[in-house]
């Protein structure tokens, strides 16, 4: 069964440094998404990607975030200048939406959990 | 924001009980979906109804959509420790937006 998959599970980062998420969605998949959990709490929309640009950003996703699709097959978050409160689980997730069903089932990674200091 | 609180927080039952679960909204929706999450892990799709749909089964799980209050249910039946798991709620706004808002989750403890 396809699955996306996430790389690394796990990041220490020191705060002020740059940390790169990578994830591979589903091959036919045509959204992708970046999802936050900060520990215990509710899962936050932070972006979605289509046709390789932004198609939506929360109010999270500020400056500071940056997402890429640099090949055919990956999809990157990138964290610019880390600070203590970006300490969370990164969920990536992605979709096939259409007319009728809409947004439809998100298929979510394992996620990467990044520890700032 | 679009989506609300879901209750409980926290449920705890024993196992071959039923779990109730209660997701509130606040937005027009398109769909409503269920996921799981087990401590640590990714979120898993569970079942989606329909906005012009009232009720869906899917094996133990039961789910109701009530537009009118914005609110939807998902009941677990006969429970086993293993449904042990966080349960959030999502709602889906398309077509205006391609995009799952989840809800906060009820964090349900199955006892053996």
């Known amino acids: 069964e396809p699955e996306v998959t996430q790389t690394p599970s796990h990041q220490v980062t020191q705060m002020g440094q740059e940390v790169i998420l990578r994830c591979v969605p589903i091959?036919?998949?045509?959204?992708f998404y970046w999802y936050r959990q900060i520990l215990g709490q509710k899962v936050e929309f932070l972006v979605s990607?289509?046709?390789?640009?932004?198609?939506?950003k929360s109010e999270i996703f500020d400056d500071q975030f940056s997402v890429e699709r640099p090949d055919g097959s990956n999809f990157t978050l990138k964290i610019r200048s880390t600070k203590l409160e970006d300490s969370a689980m990164y969920f990536c997730?992605?979709?096939?939406?259409?007319?009728?069903?809409?947004?439809?089932?998100?298929?979510f990674g394992e996620g990467s959990r990044l520890t700032v200091l | 924001s679009q989506q609300g609180e879901e209750d409980p927080q926290a449920l705890s039952i024993q196992e071959g009980e039923n779990a109730t679960m209660n997701c509130s909204y606040k937005t027009s929706i398109n769909n409503l979906q269920w996921y799981r999450q087990n401590s640590g892990r990714g979120l898993v799709h569970l079942i989606l109804i329909r906005s012009n749909e009232r009720e869906k089964h899917s094996g133990r799980l039961r789910v109701t959509l009530d537009t009118s209050k914005k609110s939807s249910s998902l009941l677990i039946t006969a429970s086993r420790a293993a449904d042990t798991a966080s349960y959030f709620c999502a709602t889906d706004a398309s077509p205006s937006s391609y995009k799952l808002i989840f809800g906060s989750g009820t964090r349900l403890l199955v006892r053996p």
């Open positions: 997730a992605s979709s096939d939406p259409d007319r009728e069903i809409g947004t439809g089932e998100l298929f």
């Open positions: 091959s036919n998949h045509l959204y």
């Open positions: 990607f289509y046709n390789n640009e932004i198609s939506e």
